[in-house]
């Protein structure tokens, strides 16, 4: 089979490096991918969301099965559009994908089918928005609703700030139309759990659990990041939490796509809280996450091609879907300074890599035989072991031996999954 994976980033080098141990894929592009995916894939340089060009490319060049991975695209309606000349695909349709799309369409969701989340409140202009939040209860969350990067959620601790939450979102739109609608949501705290699943609209299988870090410095300190490492599995989520989340939040969702004529195929991926009063979805998402596929696929042990395949021809329910009981450690290499500036191009020097070591690129340019970085964040840096603290300690060492000039990284990554595991 001919497979085209659609996006450039660390996920979908994970994503490659999976389909490419199938012994169905004999020939694996990427579109745009980057100068590290290149090594794995042939990279076409279509870009992500170029929905007719992307068309084009698998017309011309016979691609039987599209892997569509990023949000823009998913939401754009990119595999409708190459269903539509007969290229299968493992991702959700434009309707499905409003489940990510739009969270004024997720929240509505929830609450018809009583899918634990918190409580939230939708506004359409931003006069209506501060009337609310004169009275409403502090720290709250102000969202926007449509796409915005992984940054359109944000904790505002009493009025002053949220008049600059909505100021940003509704009056100065930085994040474009995505702000013409916003949610005001009550606060939650607990542990948060990144599960991705597979479904094909009948059947669900939750793929191992994992945990994101999202602010780009140690102790969970300055900005929000697209990530700045995984682990995986998530020692907060323990067996009977997901016999919750099955029952209560995964199932019913699929149930509830159906009911709203949106059967969702493909990964669906739920962020949860693990709140006092039982676990409640913080967001879903319509795709993998990143990082967290790069410490999910690899302890995936069945084949991710006959997986998505299976998701493609809804028969989710014949295959293996099969995980070790290994951990997996995802440690972010970025430049200095993000995510706000950051210089590029500089050599990355990398190790030859041992048994159950990986390294996935994320943002880097091939010029002749070398790498250069390109991106905010570059790589990840995986390693797999049989235990958390082995797998931490072994993704760390590998962190070690990779240069780059402006480098950096945090330093904890796992460190609270690690002492969630001693409390335990
Ligand atoms: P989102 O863009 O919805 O994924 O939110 C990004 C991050 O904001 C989440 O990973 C949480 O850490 C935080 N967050 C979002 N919603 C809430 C909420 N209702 N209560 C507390 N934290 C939240
Ligand atoms: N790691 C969160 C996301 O992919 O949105």
């Known amino acids: 089979m001919r497979v085209l994976v659609v996006g450039g980033g660390g996920r979908e080098h994970a994503v490659v490096k999976a389909l490419k141990k199938s012994k169905k894929v004999d020939k694996l592009f990427c579109a745009p991918g980057n100068g590290g995916i290149a090594a794995d894939a042939e990279c076409v340089s279509v870009k992500a969301t170029d929905i007719k060009g992307m068309v084009e490319f698998a017309k011309a060049n016979g691609i039987d099965f599209a892997v569509v991975t990023p949000d823009n695209p998913l939401v754009l309606g990119m595999v409708d559009a190459l269903e539509e000349v007969g290229v299968k695909c493992f991702g959700p349709n434009a309707k499905a994908a409003e489940i990510e799309g739009s969270k004024v369409f997720s929240k509505r969701l929830m609450q018809k089918y009583g899918i634990p989340t918190a409580k939230s409140e ?16 502090y720290p709250c969350v102000v969202k926007a609703d449509g796409l915005a990067l992984g940054k359109g959620a944000i904790i505002v601790n009493d009025f002053e700030e949220a008049r600059a939450a909505i ?3 509704m009056v ?4 474009g139309e995505s702000g013409n609608r916003v949610l005001v949501e009550e606060f939650l705290t607990g542990p948060e759990v990144s599960v991705l699943s597979f479904t094909d609209g009948k059947t669900l299988v939750p793929m191992v659990s994992s945990m994101d870090h999202k602010r780009a410095h140690d102790f969970d300190m300055g900005l929000n990041t697209g990530g700045m490492g995984a682990v995986a599995p998530n020692p ?26 949106r059967p969702f195929k493909g990964c669906l991926y739920f962020g949860l809280m693990l709140t006092k009063d039982g676990a409640k979805v913080i967001e879903y998402n319509c795709r993998f996450g990143d990082p967290e596929t790069q410490v999910v696929l690899p302890l995936l042990e069945s084949d991710l091609f006959e997986i998505m395949l299976a998701v493609a021809d809804e028969r989710l329910g014949e295959v293996e879907v099969k995980f070790s009981t290994d951990s997996a450690c995802c440690v972010v290499l970025a430049s200095d300074g993000y995510p706000q500036k950051y210089n590029t191009g500089y050599q990355i020097d990398l190790p030859t890599l041992d048994k159950n070591e990986y390294i996935y690129i994320a943002g880097a340019k091939a010029e002749g035989d070398k790498l250069l970085t390109s991106g905010g964040r570059v790589l990840g840096a995986v390693a797999r072991g049989a235990t958390l603290a082995g797998a931490i300690d072994k993704a760390y060492k590998l962190a070690g031996k990779i240069h780059f000039e402006n480098a950096f990284m945090r330093h904890d990554i796992g460190r609270r999954a690690l002492e969630a595991i001693e409390r335990k």
């Open 172 to 175: 100065e739109h930085v994040f």
């Open 167 to 169: 100021d940003e979102i």
């Open 236 to 261: 907060y989520y323990t067996k009977e939490i997901q016999e919750e989340c099955m029952q209560k939040i995964f199932l019913p969702t699929v149930r509830a796509m159906n009911a709203d004529g």
């Open 122 to 137: 939708v506004f359409d202009n931003a006069k209506d928005a501060l009337l609310y939040l004169e009275t409403s209860e």
